[in-house]
């Protein structure tokens, strides 16, 4: 069950303009739910031609460049976007229905519209005579005497695009012809590089699919974000960026306070200049930045929610601990042992005991949180490891107020992968009910285990 969509932009909305959509060849399982998810924050309105879930050049119907434009403002994933004039399965083709429809030019047949010609072969480079012989075709048959060229800075960038059924095609399958509308926030994922970061743990969150996740939850102004295993801030950096105001919880003290060891290759230890709060202010977005509470997520009486409240939070955002470079913890006592005791019963400072958490329990107890402070209509966007031997629908928690609108699958390895389960709350919270999963796939083994056994 890949990129479950259940929540879709209205497909029966009126037909807009036409639009070529080029899409990142990365992270296809994630396209549709970051598209539609981006639509809805805005009210856009968005008719899919193509399959968006497969082709990397899509035709969709959108009713404005304006709207276009809100997209491609968020959008991690559409890398650019073309208002679409005519495509075809060949340039003479191509040509011949541009000849035919010069009228429609004419606006552009202005002194004030200054032009550049473009050539985009997706998935393929193209030398310099090739772009030139394009170039000069396309030049004969636009009727653009009165426009100015403006390599530059065109007010208008005239593209063809060039799509390739597969990797060793040598001609391409289709070719579309269009005005450039603008390019999306891909360059965004090496702005909040992880190499220059201020503070990153074992476990920070890659950028790219960080922004992804934040704009599947709908991040924006006016929106509060929580994350509940918020550690280096990784997830919510994200949500800031997109001016959400953002609260964490972490439970482990030395990565909340940022001190001991560092995460980082050839440094040993983190430094007085290493913090959450750093994070923010290297991005300018501190203002967005509300609290860090070092607590225990499992605890949710720490949000003061009446049973009559409608909710807190617009957005859950959680990458919790498999165990693996971090581990489960929550409040709770160990067993005892000798030397622990002081002869004092007398301290300065007392830290609580952290005991095993089953990542099954990680999950539930997360889903009763999101029930519990999400607003009616929030979303939860989580992380979930999963094995193909293992994993169907019964592997997957619920709960009744929440229900499962996306599931995307990111492969981590051969033997395991991880998908971004992403639920809306649809209903206010009822103190009788609470999250659940059909089978635990953990109860006889951790997670840690079932990656490293027979890996010798």
């Known amino acids: 069950m890949d990129s479950v969509v259940s929540d879709p932009v209205a497909a029966e909305s009126p037909k807009g303009r036409r639009y070529v959509f080029v899409f990142s060849h990365q992270h296809l399982g994630f396209r549709v739910a970051e598209l539609e998810s981006i639509c809805a924050l805005f009210g856009i309105s968005l008719t899919p031609v193509s399959d968006l879930a497969k082709a990397h050049v899509c035709i969709v119907e959108v009713e404005s460049d304006a709207d276009v434009a809100r997209i491609l403002s968020r959008s991690i994933l559409l ?24 009228d429609r030019f004419e606006r552009f047949n202005e002194p ?27 030049g004969k048959v636009l009727p653009l005497d009165k426009s100015i060229v403006d390599l530059g800075n065109a007010l208008n960038s005239f593209t063809l695009v060039e799509e390739f059924l597969h990797s ?65 801030g990784g997830l919510v950096l994200p949500c800031a960026h997109f001016a959400s105001a953002v609260f964490g919880t972490e439970i482990n003290y030395m990565v909340a ?101 089953d990542l099954c329990e990680v999950f539930l107890d997360l889903l009763n949180l999101a029930a519990r402070v999400l607003v009616v209509g929030g979303r939860i966007a989580y992380w979930f490891p999963v094995f193909p031997e293992d994993y169907c629908d019964d592997v997957i928690p619920r709960h009744p107020a929440l229900k499962l609108i996306y599931n995307c699958e990111q492969p981590l390895a051969r033997k395991y992968s991880r998908r971004l389960m992403v639920l809306k709350k649809m209903k206010p919270h009822a103190e009788s009910e609470k999250a659940f999963v059909r089978r635990n796939v953990y109860e006889n083994g951790t997670f840690r285990d079932k990656i490293f056994v027979n890996s010798s």
């Open 257 to 357: 306070k940022a001190v001991g060891k560092s995460s980082r290759q050839g440094v040993k230890y983190l430094t007085e200049n290493e913090s959450l709060r750093a994070n923010f202010d290297q991005y300018g977005t501190s203002h967005f930045f509300q609290s860090l509470l070092i607590a225990d997520a499992s605890q949710h009486e720490i949000w003061h929610s009446s049973r009559t409240s409608s909710g807190i939070f617009d957005a859950l955002i959680a990458d919790p601990p498999y165990g693996v470079r971090e581990k489960s913890r929550k409040v709770g006592h160990k067993e005892r042992k000798e030397h622990w005791t002081l002869p004092s019963g007398e301290h300065e400072q007392r830290f609580p005991e952290k005991s095993k958490y």
């Open 168 to 232: 060793k095609a040598k001609e391409a399958h289709k070719i579309y012809f269009g005005r450039l509308i603008g390019h999306g926030q891909g360059t965004l994922k090496a702005t909040y590089n992880l190499q220059d970061r201020m503070y990153i743990g074992n476990t920070t969150m890659d950028p790219e699919l960080a922004f992804i996740q934040a704009n599947i939850v709908k991040a924006g102004p006016g929106s509060l974000v929580l994350d509940p295993f918020c550690g280096t």
């Open 79 to 102: 890398r650019s976007a073309y208002e679409l004039f005519e495509e075809a399965d060949d340039y003479d083709q191509l040509y011949k229905r541009i000849g035919e429809a010069k």
């Open 112 to 138: 004030s519209q200054s032009f550049a010609f473009r050539v985009r072969r997706n998935g393929r480079k193209a030398d310099g005579s090739y772009i030139s012989q394009r170039v000069g075709e396309l």
